[in-house]
């Protein structure tokens, strides 16, 4: 399979088997052509040559439903769902059981979608709204829209970049049923503990074009090197810290929701220069309403927040950011960049008041160019040009403008939530040095993660939240099963 986009070759004569009731992993850097094969597969895109063939026979897909007729079903890693929607119409959308005079039969729906639920052991309500669905949730709804229709050959397009650890698990072992089944699945990542935990084979894709198939016997280091082209370190390198006093302080913060629930009950800590705290906790414990009560985006009931001594509860986000705090938020699509938007223009997003962008208030497009240009190199972006809209990059090539953005001016405080959501193992390794050579600058960083290795290889301390309180502060040396305890609200704190 080939596939080019201008003078770009995203596939480069890919060759691909999977055997019936077979997991088979592709593995690749972000922007390797992963997706690229897998739309063409499901008719999204269309081959400039190649062909695809399903049991032997060939298919040409011209578009999604063909692929689903041929019995074809793909998860993407942004849901296709329909928030407004109930889970039964989401699943059954397109293909509704009607009763009498074109009415749609909502009893009918609902038991195929309990019948469906049992059958691949995916418990959901089937009438449940998903826009109040967890997101692990979401993802199994996505799961069974797709075998709803009896495919042969399942797509899951990075389907764990936004689940927990124990949804992963569960979803792991939710996959292996399938494929017991006779399902064929594809399981696109760029996680090497999670092939190698699920896969029956590996292929590695680098640039366009198949680098290897291989077991998943094989080491890390191995799959890390065939993904990258050279060899990666996949521990954090990185000396003691020299903390340099309280820069980020938090007293006595409470948050409550829109309903009135407190999410951040009574929280103190504090983050000094220097050093790198990380925020571990099961997710929806009140890390997301803490790091926006940070920025300024949700006002606190009591509390105080400063940053080198500057009150900032009462202030606007912008003050936020002018008292030197930068910002990864954990949902980049939502919170990081404006999709119609060229990356050179959300390259500089927060900075456009800034004297080497603009004078009285108009805007330099060179200076936007020669920015985005250098921090594309820099950050190593693949994209087609400085002018493309971000919506047109990978979602990894997305994180790392947000992060170019962020950590390209002189900091006080770096705020991240999940800073490598998405990310390859060669953009992590690069993330974690920028972050481990903003602390020895003397910046306050703190890490909101729900990689609990990312946790232990960032953090100078750990505090542990449950329940929107901070239940312990430990040292990055405790063991996992007691910090587990203490995310699961037991434990000596």
Do not use: W
């Not at 052991?121 to 829209?145: C, F, H, M, T, Y």
């Not at 729900?450 to 449950?466: G, K, N, Q, T, W």
């Amino acid at each position: 399979m080939t596939k080019r986009f201008g003078a770009l070759l995203a596939n480069d004569r890919i060759d691909l088997v999977v055997e019936p009731g077979e997991i088979h992993c592709l593995l690749g850097e972000n922007g390797a052509g992963k997706s690229t094969l897998m739309n063409m597969l499901y008719g999204l895109l269309q081959p400039d040559e190649g062909e695809v063939r399903l049991n032997g026979a060939p298919l040409t897909c011209h578009s999604p439903g063909d692929a689903i007729a041929a019995g074809i079903g793909m998860v993407h890693q942004h849901f296709m769902l329909v928030p407004v929607f109930t889970v039964a119409e989401n699943i059954m959308l397109g293909r509704e059981p009607t009763k009498g005079f074109a009415m749609l039969d909502r009893g009918a729906a609902r038991r195929e979608v309990r019948a469906l639920s049992e059958r691949y052991g995916l418990p959901v309500n089937p009438d449940a709204l998903v826009s109040n669905l967890s997101v692990g949730e979401q993802q199994r709804v996505e799961i069974l829209k797709a075998l709803a229709n009896n495919v042969e050959v399942l797509i899951l397009d990075e389907p764990t970049a936004v689940l927990t650890p124990q949804e992963i698990d569960e979803l792991i072992d939710v996959l292996r049923g399938i494929a017991a089944n006779g399902t064929s699945i594809i399981f696109i990542s760029h996680k090497l503990k999670e092939v190698t935990r699920i896969a029956d084979r590996i292929t590695v894709i680098r640039r366009g074009a198949v680098v290897g198939t291989v077991e998943p016997s094989t080491p890390e280091t191995e799959l890390a090197e065939l993904m990258v082209g050279r060899s990666v370190q996949l521990v954090v390198s990185k000396t003691a810290a020299e903390p340099t006093g309280p820069e980020l302080v938090v007293t006595d913060l409470t948050l409550v929701d829109a309903a009135g629930s407190v999410v951040v009950d009574d929280v103190s800590f504090h983050v000094d220069g220097g050093e790198i705290v990380g925020i571990a906790g099961v997710v929806g414990n009140g890390q997301s309403e803490l790091v926006n009560a940070l920025l300024g985006l949700q006002p606190p009931v009591r509390g105080s927040i400063t940053v080198g001594g500057k009150e900032l509860v009462g202030e606007p986000p912008r003050r936020h950011l002018s008292a030197g705090i930068g910002y990864v938020p954990e949902d980049r699509s939502h919170d990081g960049f404006i999709g119609t938007f060229s990356v050179a223009e959300n390259l500089v997003l927060d900075l456009i008041d800034r004297p080497e962008f603009s004078r009285n208030g108009v805007l330099s497009p060179a200076a936007v160019q020669r920015n985005a240009e250098h921090r594309i190199e820099e950050f190593d972006i693949r994209t087609q040009s400085v002018a493309a809209p971000m919506r047109a990059l990978s979602g990894g090539n997305q994180q790392k403008v947000v992060l170019a953005r962020e950590m390209s001016r002189p900091l006080e405080v770096l705020i991240a939530g999940q800073p490598t959501r998405g990310l390859d193992v060669g953009s992590i390794e690069f993330v974690h040095k920028r972050i481990v050579a903003e602390r020895d600058r003397g910046t306050a960083v703190l890490i909101v993660s729900s990689e609990l290795d990312e946790i232990y290889a960032l953090s100078d301390r750990i505090i542990v939240m449950f329940r929107g309180r901070i239940v312990g502060v430990v040292g990055p040396e405790t063991p996992r099963d007691q910090l587990g305890l203490m995310m699961a609200g037991g434990g000596d704190a």
